[in-house]
């Protein structure tokens, strides 16, 4: 019977020069915020953080949320760019009109006037460019009827992504006892937005929005910023509450490394813009991020009994990087895991063990390792011969 092959170690990729001993990666920066994070995009690993599962009051990074429903909705067929939205009495309210004046409150707001029509897309504008309250309250009608139904839908998702730190009460941010979330879930959450909708992700990164005759900034002061040696900050949300002080989710890319810096509890502007520009230069100056293994080529080619053909080729599900420390990617790692023989038929996307990626003995990423092509059963001969050398293995 064969003897089951628990690790085989199939490559080494690089083999590291030993002449001298590796720079110690300096210390994470000491920001000026209560809470913050920061996370590769690809892997979801976390490089720095402080208090970041703490469940605190997110302000208008509440819109991450609202944007990611609204994507969905889109996503799955159900709203469209182009549909027409009513304003509210509801939504005129929370983007500051005030009933019975033609004052307005001081709250973010796109201006969209109370009975007005206003597409879905540029509402979208509205809410992720210039944080309108109103906008966000006119499109969680749009997806739920109301904004309590879409406050659900909300914590559906959230549940989804493992934002175990949050509950949405509202589409906006505005104080509300008990809408809560954290550092760590909004870097969850930003990571999605990224992966998931990379066309949407664009809304992120435009300059100013204009509506009604009046044009807002972006008021991401970092947009078009270069941090580290060549990244550029394109997206995401700011935040700020009188509670939660000062909050700004920034992402910033660099090739194929994209960061996501989540700072929360800042005493001001200048702060979260400090911070989170000093987290991403930190992070893209000391780290690189690599793609090692591609889906349908092989990584490895393995012994198929019982197979027309003797080998077959094994490979990954979905495209494989890895972020390393910067200058240390020849110290990586291929390592199979496989459970023993391969005995066809397989079927193409089998999962038949797994792709374990090591940095000097610790493991950085874990894929499946899957059939790539289908392994049909041999003829009758090839089967009772392999059958044969099994038994005598």
């Known amino acids: 019977m064969p003897k089951p092959l628990a690790a085989l170690l199939v490559a080494v990729l690089l083999l590291a020069s030993e002449a001298f001993a590796q720079m110690p990666i300096p210390q994470a920066p000491q920001v000026s915020a209560r809470q913050y994070l920061l996370m590769d995009a690809a892997s979801g ?134 809408h809560l979330s954290s550092a760590a879930d909004m870097a ?15 809304y992120y990164s435009e300059r100013d929005f204009t509506w009604d005759g009046v044009t807002q900034p972006n008021r991401n002061g970092l947009l078009g910023m270069q941090v580290g040696a060549n990244a550029l900050v394109d997206g995401m949300k700011t935040g700020f509450t009188t509670a939660a002080q000062f909050c700004l989710v920034t992402s910033a890319a660099s090739g194929g490394m994209r960061l996501v810096s989540v700072v929360m509890g800042a005493p001001n502007v200048g702060a979260r813009e400090r911070a989170n520009r000093e987290l991403l230069s930190w992070g893209f100056n000391n780290f690189e991020s690599h793609e090692l293994y591609r889906p349908g080529v092989a990584v490895t080619r393995e012994r198929l009994w019982r197979g027309a053909e003797a080998e077959v080729a094994l490979g990954v599900a979905t495209t494989l990087r890895v972020l390393v420390p910067r200058g240390q990617r020849d110290r990586l790692e291929a390592v199979l895991e496989l459970p023993g023989a391969l005995t066809a038929p397989l079927q193409a996307g089998a999962e038949v063990g797994v792709l374990d990626i090591r940095l000097d003995g610790e493991s950085l990423a874990r894929s499946p390792l899957v059939v790539v092509d289908d392994a049909p059963r041999g003829s009758l001969w090839q089967r009772a011969r392999d059958s044969v050398l099994l038994w005598l293995e």
């Open 45 to 178: 690993e976390i490089l720095a953080e402080r208090d970041a599962n703490a469940p605190v009051e997110p302000a208008s990074l509440t819109k991450l949320m609202t944007a990611y429903v609204v994507f969905r909705a889109i996503a799955e067929g159900r709203v469209g760019l182009d549909d027409l939205v009513t304003i509210s009495r509801e939504a005129w309210i929370a983007g500051g009109g005030v009933p019975g004046s033609r004052e307005r409150r001081n709250v973010s707001t796109m201006y969209a006037r109370e009975r007005s029509q206003v597409s879905v897309d540029d509402l979208l504008h509205g809410m992720i460019v210039v944080s309108g309250n109103d906008a966000s309250v006119a499109l969680a009608e749009r997806v739920a009827g109301s904004e309590s139904a879409f406050a659900g839908l909300m914590n559906h998702y959230a549940a989804e992504l493992g934002m175990v730190n949050s509950n949405f009460l509202n589409s906006h941010g505005l104080p509300q006892e008990g």
């Open 188 to 202: 969850r959450l930003a990571q999605a937005i990224v992966n998931e909708f990379p066309d949407f992700y664009a």
